[in-house]
């Protein structure tokens, strides 16, 4: 008889069911230290070729979510927008302080002579995943996005990139959900998935 393993094995299986909470459908109160630390630990075990760790993670939580979204966000943006309206303006304030933390995850591919950046750059995709689930798998909101500001050449330098090397793969939102999420529409396997 094959024995089932791990949690897969159970239709209320956690990977089954993981759904992203809307960072403007999150509450914002503190997470516990704890928590944040088991996301962090957690989340950067990925595979990671020849163990180069070329990614980096910004904690952003507290008074600096609120100074990133002013001297960054809004700053940036009016800059870029001098016409904006009043409305994208209280928008733009406050993108950061939607979450509880933040975490800006940045890939930083480093010279290698075997293991090619495309390799290091997928990595960092896997840690923005691997922290979504785990602050989703301890009943916390939480969204991987990007929106304008990962492709802002000011937020790169503030969070410590390198311009024109280092790239933002994401910011991880965490907060608390309201509600549970509804269902979005998935991929159907049968277009996707094909057997060789
Ligand atoms: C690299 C990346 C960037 C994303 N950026 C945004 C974004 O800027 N705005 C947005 O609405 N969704 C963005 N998403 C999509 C959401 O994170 C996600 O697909 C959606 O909330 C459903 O996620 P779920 O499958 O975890 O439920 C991005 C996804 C990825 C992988």
């Known amino acids: 008889m094959r024995r089932k393993v791990g949690y897969l094995s159970t ?29 962090i630990n957690a989340g950067i075990r990925v595979p990671d070729h020849g163990a180069l760790n070329p990614w980096k993670i910004r904690v952003i939580k507290d008074d600096k979510l609120k100074i990133l979204d002013e ?19 209280e928008i733009e304030s406050k993108r950061l302080q939607r979450a509880s933390v933040v975490l ?10 075997k293991i090619p950046n495309w390799e290091m750059v997928l990595s960092s995709g896997a840690v923005c995943m691997n922290l979504l689930s785990c602050a989703q798998s301890l009943g916390y909101a939480a969204q991987w996005l990007t929106e304008w500001y990962a492709y802002n050449a000011k937020m790169l330098e503030y969070l410590g990139g390198r311009p024109g090397v280092d790239r933002i793969s994401g910011f991880i939102y965490i907060g608390y959900k309201v509600e ?6 998935r991929p159907d396997p049968i277009k996707v998935v094909s057997y060789i």
Do not use: C, G, W, Y
């Not at 001297?71 to 303006?89: G, M, Q, W, Y």
């Not at 800006?104 to 002579?113: F, K, T």
């Open 104 to 113: 800006a995850v940045i890939s930083s591919p480093v010279e290698h002579p």
């Open 71 to 89: 001297d960054v966000i809004l700053t940036e943006f009016k800059r870029e927008n001098p016409d904006a309206s009043d409305e994208s303006l």
């Open 180 to 185: 549970e999420p509804h269902e979005r529409r």
């Open 11 to 39: 239709n209320n299986n956690f990977f089954l069911r993981r759904r992203s909470v809307l960072a403007k459908k999150m509450q914002n109160h503190p997470i516990k230290e704890d928590d944040l630390q088991t996301i």
